[in-house]
């Protein structure tokens, strides 16, 4: 069996028609969800891209993998999926976006070309890249933001798109006049893209995927992974004709917040609020004029899926591939007086993720919901278990969803933990934290939602049952003590697990336990007669003589 490991860039999980959006309708989604398990309460490992994708890529939370914010790098001997999978028997290929940063003196200092095999793999979470592009070409006064070559641009210039850099003057930008529209100011989200539509990213990476299938189907490279990782419908919010005036403000559902949450916020929050981005997404003709694009995005993409799906039937793929669909994050939308993800509220934390399995063992769950609490770190054992490999507890802090794919109701987490690290921020400067204080935990259960805040601030907490919009911040009051204890209980469980021993196992652990007796090592003994003659017998014998 092949795995195919769909990854959409910044997509809400309410805003698919399975979820629920009243405006929006994705029946392709919808569609992959009717032949699958669709888990409803899917949480990532924290809200900002290399981050949390790290966390995909390693099945391990931010504290242990290292990465806990966007440009930390990934270091070196970190175990990966393709780490995970080769082992296992199965290849393990990127298309599309990683947001990974390679620790470059790492591999200088072990003597590690970049170039190559171990090299590539260490530069590329593992993968083996088939196309790798993040897809963020910007570029300012201090050059561009990414150094990296640009597959994608390579295409459009290959298509008859002038410049160095089309990404930003024709994929993510509209036209006023003779002038360039740029995405990046969210006025002109509501422009279409100056771009033919089969030209923008997502049909872009929709093709190359097919393209690596093909290729590996005739090489006979079975089984294989193959991450398709799309970059949208992450910023700049902008898309090509006919997306661009699908929606409009009239399908904008009303910002979920309370001028009350703005009353003696959380320091963290307020400044979240309080910011550029969420002074810019707290204005309603800032949400008027892109959310109908974000949603012509989320539009495009189940279109893409519609062909990608279609394509896999056709090639009798969809009968012998698992497809797991998910995001890496959500984003505000103005929700919380906030846009962007940097906080732990649902429309950020929490993820779509539909996994479908076309073996007979999962028959009997298809089209059905899961909603336990799981977390994007379980992503990783489910796809080793799938290729028949080994499971690595020792290393993987998840645990495959594979028996919940079969209908078994295996013992499960009561919660999950997401990590927020923004040191990097100006907002660490502004509340007068050092780096290692500017960092947030969440633990999230059935019903409530808690924040801890290193630095002497306090905590957050929010009743999903009561408050499933997680306007009432609890922990304001007090009243709540006890679920607040609780808690921190399970934080303190979960801060002293162990997450660095990666090198042993538990099972090869116990096969050595006791064993040193029989290479020599007689600790504690009085007298040879206390031991079993074997053990001593290298000990038991007369003094030899010098030769000389």
């Known amino acids: 069996m092949n795995i195919l490991y769909i990854m959409f860039d910044q997509l809400r999980f309410d805003y698919l028609s399975c979820a629920g959006h009243p405006h929006l309708q994705t029946p392709h989604i919808d569609g992959l969800a009717k032949r699958g398990v669709r888990f409803t309460r899917a949480y990532v490992q924290s809200p900002t891209c290399g981050s949390s994708r790290m966390s995909s890529y390693t099945g ?25 999978l080769r082992k296992a028997g199965m290849s393990c290929h990127l298309i599309g976006k990683t947001h990974m940063v390679a620790d470059a003196e790492g591999l200088q200092r072990l003597g590690l070309a ?6 590539v793999r260490q530069t590329e979470c593992g993968f083996d890249p088939f196309v790798r592009d993040d897809g963020l070409w910007a570029e300012g006064p201090d050059g561009f933001y990414d150094d990296k070559r640009s597959p994608y641009n390579e295409y459009l210039k290959s298509k008859g798109y002038p410049g160095e850099n089309p990404w930003s003057d024709f994929a993510n930008a509209g036209t006023e006049g003779q002038d360039v529209a740029s995405g990046w100011f969210m006025v002109n989200a509501d422009k279409p893209a100056n771009i033919a539509e089969e030209d923008s990213e997502t049909p872009w990476l929709t093709r190359e995927a097919m393209r690596f299938i093909e290729i590996a189907e005739q090489n006979g490279d079975q089984p294989w992974c193959a991450h398709l990782s799309y970059i949208k419908p992450h910023w700049p ?41 969420g002074q810019a997404f707290s204005r309603d003709e800032v949400r008027q004029k892109v959310i109908p694009a974000y949603m012509g995005l989320i539009k495009q993409a189940d279109d893409q899926m519609g062909h990608l799906f279609a394509w896999l039937e056709a090639t009798g793929r969809m009968q012998d591939t698992m497809i797991v669909l998910t995001s890496d994050h959500g984003d505000y939308l103005g929700d919380h007086w906030m846009g962007e993800k940097n906080l732990f509220h649902e429309p950020s934390i929490k993820v779509p993720l539909i996994i479908y399995d076309p073996r007979g063992e999962a028959d009997a769950t298809r089209g059905t919901t899961c909603d336990k609490v799981v977390e994007a770190i379980d992503l990783l054992p489910t796809f080793l278990e799938a290729a028949g490999g080994e499971a690595a507890p020792h290393i993987l802090e998840g645990r495959s969803l594979m028996p919940w794919l079969r209908g078994e109701m295996p013992e499960w987490r009561d919660c999950a933990v997401a990590e927020f690290d923004y040191a990097t921020l100006p907002l660490c400067e502004k509340l007068g934290l050092s780096p290692k204080d500017a960092r947030l935990f969440m633990v999230v259960d059935k019903r409530w939602k808690f924040m801890h805040a290193e630095g002497g601030l306090r905590p957050m907490l929010f009743d999903l049952q009561e408050d499933p919009d997680e306007l009432v911040d609890l922990a304001k009051s007090g009243a709540h003590q006890e679920v607040i204890d609780l808690m921190y209980d399970r934080l303190l469980e979960w801060g002293l697990r162990m997450s660095q021993r990666i090198t042993l196992s538990d099972t090869q652990i116990a096969t050595r336990r006791g064993k040193s007796a029989r290479k020599g090592i007689l600790l504690g003994v009085y007298e040879p007669s206390e031991v079993d003659d074997t053990l001593t017998e290298a000990y038991r014998r007369p003094i030899p003589k010098p030769t000389s």
């Open 237 to 277: 919010y902008i898309v090509p004709a006919p997306y661009h005036d699908m929606y409009d403000a009239e399908h904008v559902l009303p910002a979920v917040r309370s001028a009350a949450e703005r009353q003696d916020a959380h320091p963290v929050f307020e400044g979240m609020m309080n910011n550029q981005i």
């Open 114 to 119: 970049p170039d190559s095999l171990i090299g």
């Open 60 to 84: 391990r939370y931010p504290s242990s993998h290292g990465v806990q914010f966007n440009g930390y790098p990934l270091r070196v001997g970190e175990w990966t999926m393709g780490d995970h």
